[in-house]
């Protein structure tokens, strides 16, 4: 038995030091290499769980702004990650010289389709440091409204209505027209649009419009809100009252607007204002007097 597990084990030294192998006279073996890739793995989610215990830990007198912290996250993440890589590396036994050669592969690599990989990563940078968007804005693009989870150097997360997460690649934030509705601060001025039916009394309209937005406590007073006749459609005469709120979650913006127009519908009809419908007039074009008889039930039959 002893010499059984002496064989055993001696097979297993052999593996551990099997050279795999050479890079500029540096024999890699196969327990440096193992070592490497564990040291790394693990050095990863050490990082990440440090980067973000920093970025909880710094104090708010120095760093207010929530997507600072997330954005000094993100770099000492990454920035531990190179240097837990540079070390695995030496652990493998794997020289520095060897980026040489990956990084011509890189280069054709982006040449041959990774640009968009590339464009995503610049693009993160850029964004972590103009900061266009930052955690927390709420935003528009491509007609989806939600809030920005998290900016990371290749892609955006954004959480829209109905819990759903949206993964944006950086690229487009810089491509395309982002609609940034909390840019500056969570204030936001908004409107409700509504026809009423032509001979309408349009000034007691903008009176119950008013009236209407004044009962919402999450109106601000300051710009107080205002009606504009916006124009005279095809079925009604087209109001817009402009209001203004803050938004902190992102169902505020669609609760006040329906809350708004439950308002509406209740003084409208205590006050006999009628919200138009679709409606046609036919014209009957004829080159002579259409007949027209009225017939009994029995006759017809």
Not at 59 to 86: G, H, K, M, N
Request: proline fraction near 3%.
């Amino acid at each position: 038995m002893n010499l059984h597990w002496q064989d055993i084990w001696g097979h297993i030294i052999d593996f551990w030091h099997f050279k795999v192998l050479t890079i500029d006279k540096n024999a890699i073996e196969v327990g440096n290499l193992l070592l490497g890739v564990f040291f790394v793995v693990v050095g990863i989610r050490i990082a990440r769980r440090s980067s973000q215990v920093l970025a909880q830990r710094l104090p708010d007198a120095i760093i207010e702004d929530a997507s600072y912290r997330a954005t000094i996250e993100a770099f000492a993440f990454y920035i531990l990650v190179i240097f837990l890589t540079l070390f695995g590396l030496n652990i493998a036994n794997i020289p520095l010289t060897v980026f040489t050669v990956v990084g011509g592969a890189l280069a054709i690599g982006v040449g041959f389709g990774s640009q968009n990989i590339v464009n995503n990563f610049i693009s993160g940078i850029i964004l972590m440091f103009e900061r266009p968007i930052k955690v927390g804005d709420f935003i528009e693009i491509d007609g989806t409204f939600g809030r920005v989870e998290s900016i990371g150097f290749r892609s955006t997360r954004v959480i829209s209505f109905g819990n759903r997460h949206i993964i944006v690649p950086n690229s487009s934030f810089l491509e395309q027209n982002v609609l940034n509705w909390t840019h500056i601060d969570h204030f936001v001025r908004v409107f409700v649009r509504v026809g009423v039916a032509y001979g309408s009394p349009v000034q007691e309209v903008r009176k119950y419009l008013i009236q209407a937005v004044e009962k919402i406590n999450t109106v601000v007073k300051d710009p107080e809100p205002e009606v504009m006749f916006q124009d005279f459609g095809d079925n009604a005469l087209i109001f817009d009252i402009y209001f203004s709120t803050r938004i902190h979650h992102i169902r505020d913006m669609m609760k006040i607007k329906s809350d708004i127009r439950f308002n509406i519908d209740e003084i409208f009809n205590q006050n006999s204002i009628v919200i138009a419908y679709p409606q046609r007039d036919v014209h009957l074009d004829s080159l002579s007097p259409i007949e027209v008889k009225i017939t009994s039930e029995s006759s017809s039959k």
